[in-house]
């Protein structure tokens, strides 16, 4: 159900290049030397709040950590049972982990009664799934499949997504997403707490054995561009964010800028 109280998605935003915030940083600059950095600290004024998780509510700690560990990128994965029932989920404890090998890592946490999430329950068993990245578009339709239907019964339908073969494993891949990995399961880690001794998660390590790339989102190198991508991200609670304006920042090598470097930091002292 739509929020009636809220403005209407911009459709005329669109992510650009930028200059940084800071254009005219030098080493060993301290923040407070721009206006914007003043402000920033000034905040600590308002002092600190320090968690202890050991004394909290796990689920205080879910919330906590989905609220500031953000943007956080979106698995989109789909998944077959052994009995040949497809499941297409979002999980955003996803990232990448190696690109040689090429491994992504997803975490998918326990069901309410202990029991694994069919997703996971998949992979565990039929070693294979692809994941696709959600694109500003069709996020409905992703959103819509984290409906904790019966384990028979497959989130497609209810998606409007359409299935894509894929060529080495037997999880379909999701069409309309430009990027998508096809995946055999590396590892997968069970988490258990270190006090209570109680699995909560699985840690999936999936092997990367296909890339399919929409070229239209390519840029004149063959990589993704992320204006054209235009993917979803996971913020607190409920909240989803698109990706805003990107800038470039080229990292120093101390080859080139080792001597600078000294120079700038002798003048400081």
């Known amino acids: ?19 940084s915030p800071n254009p005219t940083f030098s080493y060993g600059q301290k923040v ?21 998780p050991s004394k909290e509510d796990a689920r205080r700690i879910y919330t906590l950590m989905i609220s500031g560990i953000i943007p956080r990128p979106i698995a989109f ?25 090429p ?13 694994l999430k069919d997703t996971a329950d998949n992979i565990k068993k039929t070693k294979q799934f692809t994941v696709n990245i959600i694109s500003e578009p069709f996020i409905e339709n992703a959103n819509i499949t984290s409906l904790d239907s019966p384990r028979e019964v497959s989130e497609w339908g209810i998606s409007g997504l359409t299935k894509a073969p894929s060529i080495h494993v037997k999880a379909p891949r999701v069409k309309e997403s430009a990027f998508s990995m096809e995946c055999e399961l590396f590892q997968a880690v069970d988490i258990v707490h270190p006090d209570t001794g109680v699995k909560t998660a699985t840690l999936v390590l999936g ?5 399919h790339l929409r ?12 204006t054209k991508l235009r993917p979803i991200g996971r913020i607190g609670d409920i909240s989803y964010t ?12 101390w080859a080139t800028e080792g001597a600078k470097i000294q120079e700038q930091l002798k003048s400081t002292l």
Do not use: C
Not at 34 to 52: C, F, I, N, S
Not at 103 to 115: K, M, T
Not at 215 to 226: A, H, P, W
């Open 242 to 253: 698109r990706v805003g304006d990107g800038f470039r920042l080229p990292r120093p090598a």
């Open 103 to 115: 491994l992504i890592s997803v975490s998918i946490s326990q069901l309410p009664d202990g029991g």
């Open 1 to 19: 159900m739509a929020d009636t109280s809220l403005p209407a998605f911009n459709r005329e935003t669109r992510a650009k290049y930028t200059e």
């Open 207 to 211: 092997l990367v054995k296909y890339f």
């Open 77 to 101: 994965v789909s998944s077959v049972s052994e009995t040949g029932v497809e499941n297409l989920a979002p999980f955003s404890w996803f990232n990448q982990v190696s690109h040689s090998p």
């Open 215 to 226: 070229n239209d989102v390519l840029n004149e190198r063959g990589l993704v561009d992320f």
């Open 32 to 52: 407070d030397a721009t206006e914007e950095g003043k402000k920033w600290l000034e905040g600590e004024k308002a002092g600190w709040t320090v968690v202890d």
